[in-house]
Each structure stands twice: as C-alpha cells, then as structure tokens.
C-alpha cells in the first residue's frame, strides 16, 4: 500500500490537492501533519482513513521520521521554512535504492519576481518569461536572495546527491484562483485580496501604472498536476530514464503550472466593474497605487500585483500529460467578488454605494 506524509493539509493548496488524490485513490494511506486536534478533527471529518500526527514545522524529529516512514512526502505548507524542508529531505533521502522515496516539494513562481524586486521596479511591463524544460538551468540558478530560493536549493541538491534513494521534484504555482475543495482554508490568496481591497476602498486599485504580468492556474487544475505526480511516484516508475525524455524526477525536476497569464491592471478593472455591478461600490475607477501603499494594504503588495512573474509550464505536459482545463481566471471574478462581499461586515456594500 502507498503511504504518504502530508503537511499543509488544512491549507488552500494542500487542502484541495488532498481531495483530488484521496477522491481518485483512496487505497493510498495517508498520514498528515496538524497542529493540533482541532485542526485534525476538520481534516478527520471529511477523511475518515487518515491517521494524524500532532507538531508544527518546528517539529524537525518527528518531520524527518515520517518522511523516512513514507513512501511519498508532500509539502504544501511554509515553502520557506528551511527547518521543516530539511527534515523532510532528510528523511527521504534516507531511503534505499531498491525502495525509493519521493518528495514533492511546493514552491511558487514568486521566485520569478527577483529581476523586478531588485531593480526597484513596479507596475511596468517585462519581456521575460521562464520556461521549465529547455529553460529550467535558469529557473535553478537564481541568486540566493530570490524568494523561496534558499529551500528549492535543498531540495534539488537532495537530488542530486541521492539520485536513487530520493526522488524530488518541485511544483510552482503561479496566481491560483478558485475556491478550494480543503477541508479548511478555501481561499487563495491574490486575486481574493485584489476584490477585499476594492470593495473596502469604494474603487479599483492598481499599482503604478498597471501593466505586469503573471501567469494563472486554477486550483483544480493544480490539484491535477499532484495527482499525476503522486500516481507516477505510487507506480515507481521515472521517465527520466527512458532515453531522449525530459527528466521527471531530479534536480531538473521544475514544475511550473499555467494555464495562460494575466496583467494585473486588466484584472483591477475587471474587479472594479464587477463590484460595481453588484453594487458593492460607487464607480469602477481604478486608482494608482505606490508600492509602498499596496504592500500596507495586503503582504507583498508591492510584488504579487505590481512585479512580473512570467512563466511557461512544458515540463508537466511533456512527461506527465498534463492539460489544463479549468475556468479561466476572469470567468472566476464575479464569485471572487461575491465571496468577498459575503464576508464583509454587515451593511459595507450599501455604504460603499452610498446608499447607507
């Protein structure tokens, strides 16, 4: 039988990526890393069959034994934390040849974000945009300082220096939207705080002038991509080693997963005239804002709506079949709205449109 550790289970991510595998494998056994009991009796009420483990990341012994106990690691929590991520790929790098372990490790394309961040830049356009096949060397090579950087390291070196005992591989999102099918948290994060903003100023924002890019994936989509992953990984088998094909587990092992890309500017007033048709807000104005303001209003403003993140997901097609086919990120827009309406305070929206 399959045995997986998980962690990050009651996130938006790991949430619903949980509920694609255990919806299309329940054979596989599955262990979960919780905070608490609370938190294990959420998870527990949709998952009947999984067994828990009570810890944080900081609970580095009991991480890496699990990951030694596993047959599969899943990381969908914290993708920066360094502890954690080091225990797990220690304790799969502990396997033996003839019984590898897999690790599939959650960064994210904020990676992508190093050219803007450190040349001071927000709000404009960029040409560049990264590939994860015949571009991977420079997805791998980034500076120390990029974020998410420092743990992608660890896990790509675990790679390369167990490459028959640890199987890795890295998944990196971009802007994902839609709501999640998690036992608990079931929403992203940029898009989400891009309508709370609007419907809370009374108008659209943007910042500078509005015209970077990021690419886009719907969470089930993302869920896919998991699945085919942990199906792979559950088979034991590596198209890697088959002769003129991309590698599939490894230290060039760099899943990027779009489905298309976005400018952020184009989305604010989309936003913008969705709220207002719903009459949440007085106008569909879309006003500037400066780094340093959207970064009070949100946790990384400034990057996540105003740096670019271009990306180009052919590693995932190529080895694993992946298509997505989810809605398109604008088709998620009118519920994003109507969810963040809901969960205002009561009697906002007819302030807002100056009924109130």
């Not at 979960?32 to 527990?44: E, F, H, I, Q």
Request: proline share 4%.
């Amino acid at each position: 039988m399959t045995k997986i550790f998980a962690t990050g289970v009651t996130g938006y991510i790991g949430g619903d990526a949980l509920f694609a595998i255990a919806q299309k494998h329940p054979e596989y056994e599955v262990t979960c890393l919780v905070r608490n009991s609370d938190k294990g009796a959420l998870v527990a009420k949709e998952y009947a069959s999984f067994k828990f483990v009570y810890g944080t990341l900081e609970s580095t012994d009991l991480i890496e034994e699990e990951s030694r106990k596993a047959d599969i690691v899943l990381n969908f929590a914290n993708a920066d934390h360094e502890a954690a991520v080091r225990a797990m790929c220690d304790g799969v790098a502990a396997h033996s040849s003839s019984q590898p372990g897999f690790y599939i490790h959650t960064s994210g394309t904020g990676i992508l974000l190093w050219d803007d961040t450190s040349e001071g830049v927000f709000g404009e356009a960029s040409e560049r945009i990264y590939d994860d096949l015949e571009g991977v060397s420079k997805v791998t090579s980034f500076p120390d300082q990029a974020l998410h950087r420092k743990t992608d390291m660890m896990v790509l070196a675990t790679g390369a220096e167990h490459p028959d005992s640890a199987k890795v591989a890295i998944v990196c999102p971009p802007t994902i939207y839609g709501i999640g099918r998690g036992p608990d948290n079931k929403r992203s994060h940029q898009l989400p705080e891009l309508a709370r903003v609007t419907l809370e100023k009374g108008h659209g924002v943007q910042v500078g002038a509005g015209k970077t890019f990021w690419n886009n994936v719907h969470v089930h989509d993302l869920s896919d991509l998991y699945v085919k992953l942990v199906e792979n990984a559950a088979a034991g088998e590596s198209l890697s080693e088959w002769p003129g094909k991309p590698a599939l587990w490894g230290p060039e092992a760099y899943y990027f997963s779009e489905n298309g890309e976005h400018v952020w500017g184009d989305v604010s007033k989309l936003v913008a005239k969705e709220a207002k048709s719903q009459k949440l807000i007085p106008t569909d104005e879309v006003k500037t804002l400066s780094p340093e303001e959207a970064s009070e209003l949100t946790s990384y403003g400034q990057a996540i709506w105003g740096a670019n993140s271009r990306s180009r997901a052919k590693r995932a097609g190529e080895v694993l079949g992946w298509k997505p086919s989810g809605a398109s990120l604008e088709d998620e827009i009118k519920a994003t709205v109507e969810w963040e309406a809901k969960k205002l305070k009561p009697g906002h929206a007819k302030v807002a449109a100056g009924d109130a």
